[in-house]
């Protein structure tokens, strides 16, 4: 597990190449920067300076090397790498409200933006024009989509938004592919079509994710919940109501288990059982720091009484690894099936790096399904 | 001119309400949630069963009825347990409550704050500690974004 701290600012957004050599990330600014990993350390190579607004989405795709931002000036951009130099490509969303969030298809031929103007944008490549091109898909969406996911058929598209629901769309194209094969969801795909509506949980979706086959998605929610939908004649839904403060961001690690990560600093394990259509708590992901337990002098008591007000001895510093909320996760190696590294990143302007193996090692009782 | 500037009556107008991108609330069918059962909460006040007061005054909540008065009427009721408990056996009370019962307890007890009076503060800041330490701040936050509440 390793720790670093890029800034002293909150990273807005990040995204890493495909050999994880290099990461993209927003220093809540109108900028870009890709840092390179040489040795230890971490080295400014490039900045992109073209947004007018924060960034608030970078996504990379890995094959085709290709970054899209998308940011609160409205545009989205992608950017292709020509001998040195990062080239940006406007591409016009049309929506009059910023945009939030950015994802590339799995083929790469699309990507999908969500904004606060209550619409997904779906943007594809049209070769007569030279142009990135973009459909909308608006109904029934009632407010600001916070997060994207694409199911691995490439067509299928989870959105979590700030009306409560998290929903799966239909982002079929047929400029650029096939009719897809039936799946979990439904066999029927047009496009804009509503294959699953959540119920039940309320509270901004902050984070979406599908499993690796795409027959699951999961979702975290403001009112502290975490919900898992499995696709099948009658979706089957499991929630999780949880203690602490809400999660921000959600990925699955292996096909029954999910880390999320929140406000609360820290990632938690959650595991799914299918059989029961059960969620459960698998535990806190954090490596404690073993700080050495201070005994405490009288005259400190009384201190503590007369400034603070409390005979309590703990200190208030975090004990977590980050200092801030974490507001991105994303995954290193093994994708979503058998991940073996995750990153996180946050508002405390770092990034964490968490081993798989060495966390199940490190917590006793954590066991990864 | 002069005819325009004479009535200001357009000032009163509440222009939210003609939005058309307005977010409206599902209506999900609350005309027949009554609340608690007042006779029988009463009732067990009287015997002494307090645990089962408790449980019997935390079924049916008025969550979903825009009726204002079966929430006050709830409201009341639930105050009234939570006074009739003893300071010490309030913790029991709440480890007798499943995951639900103590996230609707917690809206409960802020329903109660915002109506604070000499008797009911003490009483229900104490129940609020006991409910924290079994709820956590997710129970909290649950309150928060409850769109429709007690």
Redesign the interface.
């Known amino acids: 597990m390793s720790y670093h701290s890029f800034l002293l600012e909150p990273i807005s957004c990040h995204a890493w190449n495909k050999d994880r050599t290099q990461i993209a990330l927003c220093p809540n600014n109108h900028e870009v920067h890709i840092y390179k990993k040489d040795g230890n350390n971490w080295s400014k190579i490039h900045v992109l300076k073209e947004h007018n607004g924060q960034v608030t989405g970078i996504d990379w795709a890995p094959e085709s090397n290709r970054i899209v931002t998308c940011g609160t000036d409205r545009n989205a951009y992608v950017w292709t790498l020509k001998g040195d130099v990062w080239k940006p490509t406007l591409v016009i969303l049309r929506i009059n409200r910023a945009a939030r969030c950015v994802k590339w298809s799995p083929k790469e031929n699309k990507f999908a933006v969500g904004s606060g103007s ?1 619409l997904i944008s779906v943007c594809y490549f049209e070769q007569d024009n030279d142009w990135w091109v973009c459909k909308h898909i608006k109904k029934p969406i ?2 600001t989509i916070l997060c994207l996911d694409w199911h691995p058929n490439n067509v299928l598209l989870a959105a979590g938004s700030c ?2 629901k998290c929903r799966i769309f239909s982002a079929y194209i047929k400029e650029v592919e096939e009719k897809p094969a039936p799946t979990a969801w439904g066999s029927k795909m047009p496009f804009g079509e509503v294959m699953f509506e959540s119920t039940g949980t ?2 901004w979706v902050h984070g979406v994710c599908f499993s690796d086959s795409g027959n699951r998605v999961a979702w975290a929610s ?4 975490v919900a898992v939908a499995e696709g099948g004649k009658t979706a089957v839904c499991a929630s999780l ?6 999660l921000l961001c959600v990925t699955f690690i292996t096909e029954n288990s999910l880390v999320a990560a929140g406000h609360d600093c820290y990632p938690v394990l959650f595991v799914y059982d299918s059989n029961k259509a059960a969620l459960s708590f698998g535990g806190k992901l954090d490596v404690p720091k073993q700080s050495a337990q201070k005994g405490m002098t009288a005259r400190e008591r009384f201190q503590n009484l007369d400034k603070k007000a409390t005979t309590d001895s703990k200190e208030a510093v975090l004990e977590s690894v980050h200092k801030n909320s974490i507001s991105q996760i994303s995954i290193l190696n093994g994708g979503k099936a058998q991940c073996a590294k995750f990153c996180t990143t946050g508002m405390d302007g770092g990034m964490a790096i968490w081993d798989v193996k060495s966390l199940e090692s490190a917590m006793k009782d954590l066991k990864i399904v | 001119m002069s005819k325009n500037t004479v009535s200001d009556r357009f000032r009163k107008v509440d222009v939210d309400e003609y939005d058309e ?1 307005k ?1 409206v609330d599902e209506e999900e069918g609350g005309e027949n949630q009554l609340g608690p059962d007042e006779a029988e909460v009463d009732s067990l006040i009287r015997q002494g069963n307090l645990m089962g007061a408790l449980q019997a005054v935390l079924k049916n909540p008025p969550i979903n009825t825009k009726n204002q008065n079966v929430k006050d009427r709830a409201e009341g009721l639930v105050l009234k347990v939570l006074s009739s408990f003893k300071s010490t056996d309030i913790e029991k009370g709440v480890q007798s409550l499943d ?1 639900n019962g103590v ?1 609707l307890l917690m809206k409960y007890i802020y329903k109660g704050f915002e109506q604070p009076s000499e008797n009911n503060s003490a009483v229900l800041l104490q129940w609020h500690e006991k409910a924290l330490s079994a ?5 909290i ?2 309150v928060l ?3 429709k509440t007690v």
Do not use: I, Q
Not at chain 1, 222 to 225: A, F, I, Q, V, Y
Not at chain 1, 241 to 246: M, N, W
Not at chain 2, 135 to 139: D, E, R, Y
């Open positions: 209550r009632r407010s009306d409560f309320s509270g403001h009112d502290s919940t109501t949880s203690e602490t403060l809400p | 991108n977010f995951k996230d709820g956590g701040v997710g129970c936050v649950r974004t409850a769109r």
